[in-house]
């Protein structure tokens, strides 16, 4: 059973850090692209990152560029997003998702969702 598992979330103040993971099973992961999205209330879902399975080249979104990084432990299966200095509009829930191979850009056609995890930034 293909399965994205994503942790890590919950509430942090602004300016302080958080680490999402997303655990994959099921599938070679080595051999897909896993991309974070993310979904704020009243808004639209929006890609965050994304990093290939190919050759580990990562994308970031303009708003989190510099604040947010990407990497994967192909070993343990799992991908993490080093969220720093982090801002109340960031506050969303966070999605992992696979892509086979290549990220191709942002947001590259999913084959498969994980299920999410909360991110409440507020004092």
């Known amino acids: 059973q293909l399965q994205l598992v994503e942790s890590g979330g919950g509430l942090v103040q602004p300016g302080r850090s958080l680490r999402l993971s997303c655990a994959g099973s099921g599938f070679t992961f080595r051999d897909y692209a896993i991309a974070w999205f993310r979904q704020a209330p009243g808004k639209e879902r929006e890609g965050v990152s994304c990093i290939s399975g190919a050759d580990g080249t990562t994308y970031y979104a303009d708003s989190v560029q510099g604040r947010f990084t990407i990497s994967r432990d192909n070993a343990k299966a799992t991908v993490y997003l080093q969220m720093n200095s982090v801002k109340p509009d960031d506050t969303a829930v966070y999605y992992c998702?696979?892509?086979?191979?290549?990220?191709?850009?942002?947001?590259?056609?999913?084959?498969?969702w994980g299920k999410g995890t909360l991110v409440t930034v507020s004092l």
């Open positions: 998702a696979a892509a086979y191979y290549y990220c191709s850009g942002l947001e590259p056609p999913v084959d498969f």
